[in-house]
Structures are given as structure tokens and as C-alpha cells.
């Protein structure tokens, strides 16, 4: 067992078995309590399972990101935090081959930081990930 896992409090435990299951799990606490040594084990499972390509890591800022080897959201989609419509996000994204190919191999997203994201962007990246997602997988969580 890897020993980040193994020296996991109780809570820390609950999420890494929600993980593990497939649910969709949100970490929540006050800062310095062990969020992200949470998210390190799960990230690595997830890209070990997935393969890097289908794993986005992300936060709203690139310092939170730096924290999770992962990248600012805004990098992600490959849009400036300007007020878009969710339709003309998608044109840009289609628009951009790299950026959609990243999106369109994407199985499995982790957002650190979440509460610094405003929610409008949650449904934004929600609808930009269904939309290039395969038929078969748009109802999936």
C-alpha cells in the first residue's frame, strides 16, 4: 500500500474508498487540513488506470495547480476567463485542435480548489466536456 494511503486519517480514508468506487467525491475543509494529500494518491490512481492524457488536473489559479501537478483551468479549455456563452466556448475549443483533443481524451477531472471557482465556469466546463464527449459516455458522471 502506498504510505501516503496507509497514514490516511479516517476521512481521508472515506474519500480515497469513495475514489476507488467510482463515485464523484468533493473534499471539503479548512485549509491545511490534508485536501490535496488526498488528491496526490487519487490523481495517480486515476492516471495509472487512465493513462495521463484522460486525467485533467486543474485549479482556477496556477499556484493551487502547481500544488497537484496540474494546470490552471483557463489553460484547460484554452479560454481567457472573459464572459462567453457556453456555445462560443465550444467554437473556441473546436476551434483549437490541441486543446480539444486534451478535453475529448478526458476521463476523469480534478478540480482543486473548487470554492475559488465561479460556478458559472462548473457549468461552462461541464457542457464544453458532455458536448465532446462519445455519445455513449455523455450521461456518465
Same mark, same amino acid.
Given at each position: 500500500? !502506498?504510505?501516503?494511503?496507509?497514514?490516511?486519517?479516517?476521512?481521508?480514508?472515506?474519500?480515497?474508498?469513495?475514489?476507488?468506487?467510482?463515485?464523484?467525491?468533493?473534499?471539503?475543509? %479548512?485549509?491545511?487540513?490534508?485536501?490535496?494529500?488526498?488528491?496526490?494518491?487519487?490523481?495517480?490512481?486515476?492516471?495509472?488506470?487512465?493513462?495521463?492524457?484522460?486525467?485533467?488536473?486543474?485549479?482556477?489559479?496556477?499556484?493551487?495547480?502547481?500544488?497537484? !501537478?496540474?494546470?490552471?483551468?483557463?489553460?484547460?479549455?484554452?479560454?481567457?476567463?472573459?464572459?462567453?456563452?457556453?456555445?462560443?466556448?465550444?467554437?473556441?475549443?473546436?476551434?483549437? %485542435?490541441?486543446?480539444?483533443?486534451?478535453?475529448?481524451?478526458?476521463?476523469?477531472?480534478?478540480?482543486?480548489?473548487? %470554492?475559488?471557482?465561479?460556478?458559472?465556469?462548473?457549468?461552462?466546463?461541464?457542457?464544453?466536456?458532455?458536448?465532446?464527449? %462519445?455519445?455513449?459516455?455523455?450521461?456518465?458522471?
Amino acid at each position: 500500500m !502506498d504510505p501516503i494511503v496507509a497514514s490516511f486519517d479516517q476521512g481521508q480514508r472515506a474519500v480515497w474508498a469513495s475514489f476507488l468506487s467510482g463515485t464523484n467525491v468533493a473534499v471539503l475543509g %479548512p485549509a491545511g487540513c490534508g485536501k490535496s494529500r488526498v488528491l496526490q494518491p487519487c490523481i495517480a490512481a486515476a492516471r495509472r488506470d487512465h493513462g495521463d492524457a484522460a486525467v485533467l488536473v486543474m485549479s482556477w489559479t496556477w499556484a493551487a495547480a502547481r500544488l497537484i !501537478d496540474g494546470q490552471a483551468y483557463h489553460s484547460h479549455i484554452g479560454a481567457s476567463p472573459v464572459e462567453l456563452s457556453k456555445e462560443r466556448t465550444l467554437e473556441m475549443v473546436m476551434s483549437k %485542435p490541441r486543446i480539444r483533443g486534451i478535453l475529448e481524451r478526458s476521463h476523469v477531472v480534478f478540480i482543486d480548489e473548487a %470554492p475559488t471557482f465561479p460556478a458559472r465556469h462548473f457549468s461552462l466546463l461541464e457542457f464544453v466536456l458532455r458536448s465532446l464527449s %462519445p455519445t455513449h459516455m455523455q450521461g456518465e458522471p
